[in-house]
């Protein structure tokens, strides 16, 4: 069973930050795309952020400005930097490790067990 390791969830006030922390195997960590992922109550899980190529970075329109993506090599470790925290980002966060081909198949595909974010008005 792949580990990702994910801790820094929590409550929050609104306008509050946090930092989360995803911590995989180097095997994963280095072949596959980092990223995170998150469900709010009642909603489908979306994207919030992902390395895309190298260092490039995607976000999800709703966090941009807000969180910033960033990873330390050394230590195999994706982080999710959130500012300016909102009651409508307060959802279960999840790290992703995901390789696809180029047409955009998945072929591998791993998930941390999910941290809790809840942010109070």
């Known amino acids: 069973q792949v580990q990702l390791v994910e801790s820094g969830g929590g409550l929050v006030q609104a306008g509050g930050s946090l930092r989360l922390s995803c911590a995989a195997p180097r095997s994963i960590f280095s072949a596959n795309r980092m990223g995170w992922y998150r469900r709010a109550p009642g909603k489908q899980r979306e994207l919030v952020a992902v390395?895309?190529?190298?260092?490039?970075?995607n976000y999800a329109d709703s966090v941009k400005g807000r969180f910033t993506i960033s990873r330390d090599n050394a230590k195999n470790t994706v982080y999710l930097q959130m500012y300016s925290l909102k009651p409508e980002d307060t959802a279960v966060y999840y790290c992703?490790?995901?390789?696809?081909?180029?047409?955009?198949?998945?072929?591998?595909?791993?998930w941390g067990q999910g941290t809790q974010v809840t942010v109070s008005s």
């Open positions: 390395f895309t190529s190298g260092s490039n970075t």
């Open positions: 992703n490790a995901r390789a696809t081909t180029g047409m955009g198949v998945i072929l591998r595909d791993y």
